[in-house]
């Protein structure tokens, strides 16, 4: 499994922290929150991350996180609304790892 160094490290989380604003899944930079608003949802998925098989289980992985840290379907909405966020990380795992 490829093992990355510390700039490339900071390189993923940076660029996972940059998808999550970017989809801004649950609305909150559009409501003016600061750019680091979805830095603790970005914790809990980078671990995640290596160990996902394949689009479809990233897609999941996201949305389980999302659900830990804003709960109910109420707020994070359906599993199938982060199709679109989950092929955007399954793609930066693609380019990390491989």
């Given at each position: 499994?490829?093992t990355?160094?510390k700039?490339?490290y900071e390189?993923l989380?940076?660029?996972l ?7 801004n899944?649950?609305g909150?930079?559009a409501?003016?929150?600061?750019d ?6 970005a914790?809990t998925?980078l671990?995640?991350i290596?160990t ?5 289980e ?12 804003f709960?109910?379907q109420?707020?994070?909405?359906p599993?199938?609304s982060?199709?679109a966020?989950?092929k955007?990380v399954w793609?930066l795992k693609s380019?990390?790892?491989?």
């Amino acid at each position: 499994m490829t093992t990355l160094s510390k700039q490339q490290y900071e390189m993923l989380v940076q660029e996972l922290n940059q998808l999550l604003r970017q989809f801004n899944q649950i609305g909150l930079i559009a409501l003016g929150s600061p750019d680091d608003e979805y830095e603790a949802e970005a914790g809990t998925i980078l671990p995640r991350i290596r160990t996902t098989k394949d689009e479809e289980e990233m897609t999941r992985t996201v949305y389980e996180e999302f659900a830990h840290w804003f709960g109910d379907q109420s707020t994070t909405g359906p599993e199938s609304s982060y199709a679109a966020l989950g092929k955007a990380v399954w793609q930066l795992k693609s380019k990390y790892f491989g």
